[in-house]
């Protein structure tokens, strides 16, 4: 099949040629010819997933391995990503964004209106929407989402796509308006945000109770898949949705998700076939399978896109004995902001900063560690983001030599001979800490401490468990430098990271200010101009590149095995997820595990 | 001995009390903050406050140690886990029930194996045969059950693809028939009962031999002899008899390692059971499961120590006669 695939490139490519006429007249006449002499039958030529619709056959059974029991399958309480990823299947947004993470495409809604003051949107709902339980989807239940998604007791993490939004009310069953207090460029992105979840069912319990409520383990939905069980620790059971809205669909009989905590016995279990999709596959077993899928020796396919992740060190820009004292004067009032940002005695100066950059080889690093698996990030904005621009960045060359100048340029010089800088007394030795359990990041650390001790930093590496790091020395602001990891959102801000305002909170844990910054990135997120939007987040990808509160290192690469028995199936940076419902299993290719339930 | 038991069981309480105690307050100062998990770099920080509110961390340690305790004593409601709302009583009560299993068949199959392989040894000492089964019993007694564990899977599930490598049941569960059910289990059981029963085969195999040979060396067996008793007579009589004795405490010291030993068997072998809900609740400071997860964990050591007490009563009637004329 995979050969077949690459031949009918070879004609895709051959199409695009400038000979297109010539070549289609010969091979008309060749086919008229080879049909008329009665010859051999060939089967299409087609790619993995590029199915021609009229072969597209219903049945089967997905078997999906996750690494933990999620933590409850309601759209308002869930956290977890395989919870997240199993609501996907059950529930529905009003429209989802495409892989330009951009545009939308419309869902539950047919179509959505802006007002001519750009600070409403009307959304036509679909009408032959129902829910798992046969009650029809309306407009009320979207309003009482909102409701609840907004509703403080129930501490949705989502919440802050709704802070714009000022009212959202039903014109009729089909109609629903939501409007804003002013006009911003994410107005669609925060209406949508978020699955519909059905009124009926949850309007009795009082939204302090959402997160015990029995919704969160029998969840009802209107997604094209419907809950059937789920065996604590073991597996959780959805099958196919008869009545969904989007005829035909889903292909699928029923997914069945399988709790599998150990990597090892899960990734056994994709290659012996009993799990048919497994992400985060290890990369050293992905890079192998990679090799046998080329060669054709097996059947499950690696896929790798651009994921959420990415790994960088943050540097702790200010004194943290100050910061403690500045805190305890202050007590339960506010302290004086000018006061905390006393700065740090190694990383307050941005040469120093630059110069540990250019100390630490980051391409070397990113390859070895990952496996080839990740790409280089040298700034703030996630490869994802549509307005990525690398060359915005300030990207400082891996050299140890100019690293060294730059320290002696602040006065970090070796003065006693024993192999470490000094200044005033004080030699350059700091603590970098780490989340253990990453194996990815104690490695990182390893090579980071060999590549600074190169210029005479001693840097001693600290692994600590996660509540430790997380829970109190990053909020305390009780460390030198950090070395961990952000997930990214599709909502493009920095706010929470390196705004002043965020000083005092947890995710600013660097200390991190400036008014360049602060200016741009309001302009950046409020901008309805998509050049000027790009022009802003230039301007505060170049500022903190060269500001360098981190050290950006890498931007992972996610890694799926799926089976290839699989077809239609698409996977982008949005997740692995996105389409199951056009996924379908030719018969010819079907298992045991397909057959499950026809008995 | 009704007395004696009930006596025990009054016992147990105050052990109790103070085991929980200790540890509500070490999991509440240990570093670390519930409601970290919750918090996600878009969220507003005012939000953690709240969450902090719904969990009850805001009031003082004291009050929550309060309240925690009335709950427990009076409603035995461990109140409900941060991370999935369910009750931590429900989540423990779902997990305990495949812990026990697997101790509960792990310990069988180690005392069997492990008496059979102890007399065998003692009846053949100093011989081939004895060597040979001691020699066995101390590979598999300095073997930790993990590594064990991980061997077993290796070889039997990775490299020969002969049993599961995971889960408690297969997918195809619900369509068996009753035999097809029972087999299913087993074949899903075989290799964690066998990695941890094997550890516990060579302890009681190794302490049934050392206890046999003092035995079948006394004066009473000697006298036995010659009587005239049969061979076989004597082995089970006078011998593993009164070799029965000291078993029974050790079973009872058994049971809690194994309860623990299982909680690593079952993240090995991806069961379900108090294992995996011990290791999320610790590492997400998910306090009402750790503390209901703690209960069992101390209850199973009490248990194991007071069925040790009571059947040491029942297998030597010395005991009861010293009770009773005291």
Redesign the interface.
């Known amino acids: 099949m995979k050969n077949n695939s690459r031949k009918n490139s070879e004609v895709l490519s051959l199409k695009k040629s400038g000979q297109l006429k010539l070549i289609y007249k010969f091979l008309i006449l060749a086919l008229i010819i080879l049909a008329a002499c009665g010859g051999s039958k060939k089967e299409p030529d087609v790619k993995l997933g590029d199915q021609i619709k009229d072969q597209v056959v219903d049945g089967g059974t997905l ?1 999906v391995g996750i690494p ?2 999620p ?2 399958l309601n759209p308002l ?1 869930a ?1 977890s990503k395989p919870a997240r990823d199993i609501i996907s299947l059950i529930f529905r947004r009003l429209a989802d964004v495409n892989e330009d993470l951009y545009s939308f495409t419309p869902r539950l809604a047919k179509e959505w209106i802006f007002s001519h003051d750009s600070l409403k949107i009307t959304f036509h709902l679909r009408t032959d929407v129902q829910w798992h339980d046969g009650k029809p989807f309306q407009a009320k239940d979207v309003v009482f989402t909102h409701t609840l998604q907004t509703d ?2 129930v ?1 949705w ?4 796509y709704k802070e714009d939004i000022q009212l959202v009310y039903a014109e009729n069953d089909s109609t629903v308006v939501y409007e804003f207090r002013k006009k911003i460029p994410t107005m669609l992105m925060d209406a949508v945000e978020g699955y519909i979840i059905p009124e009926h069912i949850l309007l009795e319990i009082s939204p ?1 109770d959402i ?3 029995g919704f ?2 029998n969840p009802i939905g209107l997604g094209p898949f419907k809950f059937v069980n789920w ?5 959780i059971r959805l099958e196919k949705f008869n009545d969904y809205y989007e005829s035909g669909k889903p292909h699928l009989d029923r997914i ?1 998700f ?5 990597n ?3 990734w ?2 994709v290659l ?1 076939g009993d799990v048919d999709l497994m992400e985060n596959v290890p990369p050293r077993n992905f890079i192998r399978l990679k090799e046998d899928w080329d060669a054709g020796e097996k059947d499950i396919r690696p896929i790798s896109f651009l994921g959420r992740q990415y790994d960088f060190i943050g540097w702790n820009l200010i004194d943290h004995e100050n910061y403690s004292i500045v805190m305890d004067e202050a007590g339960q009032g506010e302290p004086d902001i000018s006061r905390l940002l006393k700065p740090n005695k190694l990383f307050g100066s941005q040469k120093v900063r630059a110069a540990l950059t250019m100390a630490i080889d980051r391409k070397t690093i990113t390859k070895i560690v990952n496996h080839g698996l990740a790409a280089q990030m040298h700034g703030p904005v996630p490869l994802i983001w549509w307005v990525f621009d690398e060359s915005a960045n300030e990207i400082l060359p891996f050299d140890p030599d100019g690293a060294k100048h730059y320290l002696a340029d602040e006065g970090w010089t070796d003065s006693d001979g024993d192999g470490i800088l000094d200044k005033d007394g004080v030699k350059f030795s700091f603590e970098m800490a780490t989340n253990s359990g990453n194996e990815r990041r104690e490695q990182t650390l390893t090579l980071i401490q060999n590549q600074l001790h190169q210029i005479g930093v001693e840097m001693i590496p600290r692994i600590l ?4 790091l ?3 020395m990053l909020p305390s602001r009780d460390f030198d430098a950090v070395l961990i990891g ?1 997930n990214v ?1 599709l ?1 493009m ?1 920095l706010t ?2 390196f705004h002043t305002t ?1 000083i ?4 600013n844990f660097v200390s991190y200010s400036s008014s360049d910054f602060d200016n741009w990135e309001e302009i950046a997120k409020k901008s309805l101009n998509k050049e000027i939007t790009r022009d802003y987040w230039n301007k505060v990808a170049s500022r903190l590149s060269h500001d360098l509160p981190y050290t950006w290192l890498y931007y992972k690469m996610e890694t799926v095995g799926l089976n290839s028995r699989f077809k239609d199936v698409k996977i982008d940076k949005r997740g692995v997820f996105i389409n199951v419902e056009d996924w379908w299993i030719p018969t010819d290719v079907r298992t ?2 397909d057959m ?2 026809n ?1 | 001995m009704v007395a004696y038991i009930l006596r025990r069981l009054l016992g147990i309480l105050p052990v109790l009390l103070i085991g929980l105690t200790f540890t509500f307050f070490i999991i509440h100062l240990a570093p670390g903050d519930p409601t970290t998990r919750f918090m996600d770099p878009s969220m507003d920080p005012a939000l953690k406050e709240k969450i902090a509110e719904r969990f009850g961390l805001n009031d003082p340690l004291h009050f929550q140690y309060f309240l925690w305790l009335k709950q427990v004593i009076f409603h035995f409601d461990f109140g409900n886990s941060f991370n999935s709302g369910r009750s931590a009583s429900v989540i423990v009560f779902d997990a305990l029930i495949p812990t026990i299993l697997v101790t509960g068949l792990s310990l069988l199959f180690g005392l069997i194996l492990g008496v059979l392989g102890g007399i065998f040894s003692a009846i053949n000492h100093g011989n081939r045969v004895d060597k040979i089964i001691t020699s066995v019993m101390l590979f598999f007694f300095s073997m930790p059950a993990f590594w064990l564990g991980m061997m077993l899977l290796g070889l039997f599930s990775i490299k020969l693809d002969w049993l599961p490598s995971s889960q408690l049941t297969s997918i195809f569960h619900d369509q068996l028939n009753i035999f097809g059910r029972i087999s299913d289990y087993a074949k899903h059981l075989i290799l964690p009962v066998l990695a941890l029963g094997l550890s516990s085969t060579a302890t009681f195999g190794r302490f049934i031999r050392s206890s046999m040979i003092e035995a079948m060396g006394s004066d009473y067996v000697t006298a036995a002899e010659a009587r005239g008793i049969s061979r076989g007579r004597i082995i089970i009589h006078y011998g593993f008899r009164n070799a029965l004795i000291p078993l029974v405490t050790l079973i009872g010291f058994t049971i809690p390692v194994l309860f623990s030993g299982a909680v690593v068997i079952e993240v090995i072998f991806s069961l379900p059971g108090m294992g995996r809900v011990m290791v999320n609740a610790v590492l997400g400071r998910d306090y009402p499961v750790i503390l209901a997860a703690s209960t069992c964990a101390f209850l199973s050591v009490l248990a194991g120590n007071l069925l040790a007490d009571i059947f040491y009563g029942i297998v030597d009637p010395r005991i009861q006669v010293y009770r009773e004329v005291k």
């Open positions: 078997v933990g029991e933590d409850a309480t956290l403080p007791d501490v993490d989502g919440i802050s302090k997160h015990t409520s969160n383990r065996i604590s620790q073991q597996s069945i399988q709790i599998v905590p150990n090892i016995t899960l056994q279990q012996s468990e996660a509540g430790l997380f829970g109190r952000w959102g909502k801000e929470s990271l965020s005092l909170y947890p995710f045991k595990t499950l339930g008995r």
